[in-house]
């Protein structure tokens, strides 16, 4: 696609603060969340629930997780920030959590690509929401072994979208169809014989949008990938085998893989 030097300035401008967003959401998602859930389980049992909703669901501003000072706007430039504060608060000099800068520099390494693959800029605007939204599930997924539907959706719908204005949209369907089936009809299975939850029903959600962003050629490369590189960082990095481990990451990460090859 053919930019300016300012427009591809604004277009690593916006990716890196959807990075900073990203990372945020990963923070507040899982809290919210824990803290709904428990309400609701009160609310089935008929109990009474008096906990507060946790303050990092309700804070509007920007703050240091130590000593809660508000953050300026020089320490909210995302990857630059935190190189020159060198990792630390500016009031209390504790560590600032890593996630934002591994997160932001996620979304630079994986969007910008895009500016030389993408035709127009719907195209450039869908795609750059699908790689966010995955980014976000995956490093969700691979702290609590959640993947939110949020997200999903996000990916899925836009998937669509694109699929839609470049009439491929049948094989977006079928890819989703079909992806979500197979998982599904997997899980049931290993639910009937081995009497407990082998592959969530997040990552057969997840296979659906990924079947839909890819199409169903790409299916099998994807379903392929994702096992091999889970089977070798079973074999080669996880100390406990037994251990249930996220799938979400794996699938994410071959689902780039074949998109970018
Ligand atoms: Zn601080």
Not at 123 to 135: C, D, K, N
Request: net charge positive.
């Amino acid at each position: 696609m053919n930019m300016t030097t300012i427009e591809c300035l604004l277009y690593v401008l916006l990716i890196s603060s959807l990075g900073s967003y990203a990372a945020a959401f990963t923070i507040r998602w899982p809290v919210k969340n824990h803290y709904l859930w428990r309400k609701e389980a009160h609310a089935l049992l008929s109990l009474p629930f008096t906990t507060k909703e946790p303050e990092i669901v309700l804070k509007r501003r920007s703050q240091c997780m130590h000593c809660h000072q508000l953050l300026v706007w020089q320490d909210l430039i995302p990857i630059v920030s935190y190189l020159l504060l060198k990792g630390r608060c500016r009031a209390c000099k504790k560590r600032i959590c890593y996630r934002y800068p591994v997160i932001e520099s996620l979304h630079l390494a994986c969007c910008l690509p895009l500016l030389w693959l993408t035709d127009d800029i719907y195209q450039l605007v869908l795609q750059t929401i699908v790689i966010s939204s995955l980014i976000t599930s995956a490093a969700i997924d691979l702290e609590h072994q959640l993947l939110p539907d949020e997200c999903t959706v996000l990916v899925l719908a836009c998937a669509l979208l694109w699929h839609l204005s470049t009439n491929t949209l049948h094989t977006s369907v079928l890819g989703m169809l079909i992806g979500f089936s197979l998982i599904y009809a997997l899980r049931q299975l290993y639910l009937v014989v081995k009497k407990c939850e082998g592959i969530g029903l997040g990552d057969a959600k997840l296979i659906a949008a990924l079947g839909a962003w890819l199409g169903l050629s790409n299916l099998s490369a994807l379903l392929l990938c994702a096992s091999l590189s889970g089977i070798l960082y079973t074999m080669l990095l996880s100390r406990n085998g037994s251990k249930p481990m996220a799938f979400g990451p794996f699938l994410i990460f071959s689902a780039l893989l074949v998109f970018y090859l």
